[in-house]
Antibody, heavy 115, light 107 residues
Framework: QVQLQESGPGLVKPSETLSLTCAVS????????WTWIRQAPGKGLEWIGY???????DNNPALKSRVTISVDTSKNQFSLKLSSVTAADTAVYYC?????????WGQGTLVTVSS | DIQMTQSPSSLSASVGDRVTITCRAS??????LNWYQQKPGKAPKVLIY???SLQSGVPSRFSGSGSGTDFTLTISSLQPEDFATYYC?????????FGPGTKVDIK
């Protein structure tokens, strides 16, 4: 059974960079796409982007060039960096397996942007 | 970007009811449509992919239909564990986009 676990700071200051890692267990990171999705409190789901295990990626233009998604196959994990954060980036961040359809999800981690 | 809309935004139903949720895309997405169920405080779970294919392990009371711009999720006989929020998501092109959700609660 594939399991995903997000980790990273729960509080980030405005203008700083949000950094999260998703550790994958119970299966290899190879041969799949891996995705980040977020959900602001009380709101719907927003696709952030995905990365293939080989390193090719795509992300949401709405986030402009603030998003970087990377993968580390040696550690079986992938990561998200979101720069220049504001209060609007406060959300539960989910990592998930899959590209255009995701099947396994992490439990999600709340990241609050506040000084 | 492809915009997704859902109706209704919420509904109240009883156990045993047949429930239908509609999703519409702003342009044709063929059959590239997924449905997810989310319970409070939990990650979403995929129910239906490619408009009508049932994800492994999902009860057969869930079904999906449609193609082009109009899609439907049907729960044939609502069970207590089905009270949740349901989202559609287009998988036709990036940026991938979700509908605003339909909350199903107890009448």
């Amino acid at each position: 059974q594939v399991q995903l676990q997000e980790s990273g700071p729960g509080l980030v200051k405005p203008s700083e960079t949000l950094s999260l890692t998703c550790a994958v267990s119970g299966g290899s990171i190879s041969d799949y796409y891996w995705t980040w999705i977020r959900q602001a409190p009380g709101k719907g789901l927003e696709w952030i982007g995905y990365i293939y295990y080989s390193g090719s990626s795509d992300n949401n233009p709405a986030l402009k060039s603030r998003v970087t998604i990377s993968v580390d196959t040696s550690k079986n994990q992938f990561s998200l960096k979101l720069s220049s954060v504001t209060a609007a980036d406060t959300a539960v961040y989910y990592c998930a397996r899959g590209g255009k359809t995701v099947d396994y999800w992490g439990q999600g981690t709340l990241v609050t942007v506040s000084s | 970007d492809i915009q997704m809309t859902q109706s209704p935004s919420s509904l109240s139903a009883s156990v045993g009811d047949r429930v239908t949720i509609t999703c519409r895309a702003s342009q044709s997405i063929s059959s590239n449509l997924n449905w997810y169920q989310q319970k409070p405080g939990k990650a979403p779970k995929v129910l239906i992919y490619a408009a009508s294919s049932l994800q492994s392990g999902v009860p057969s009371r869930f079904s999906g239909s449609g193609s082009g711009t109009d899609f439907t999720l049907t729960i044939s006989s609502l069970q207590p564990e089905d009270f949740a929020t349901y989202y559609c998501q287009q998988s036709y092109s990036t940026p991938l986009t979700f509908g605003p959700g339909t909350k199903v609660d107890i009448k």
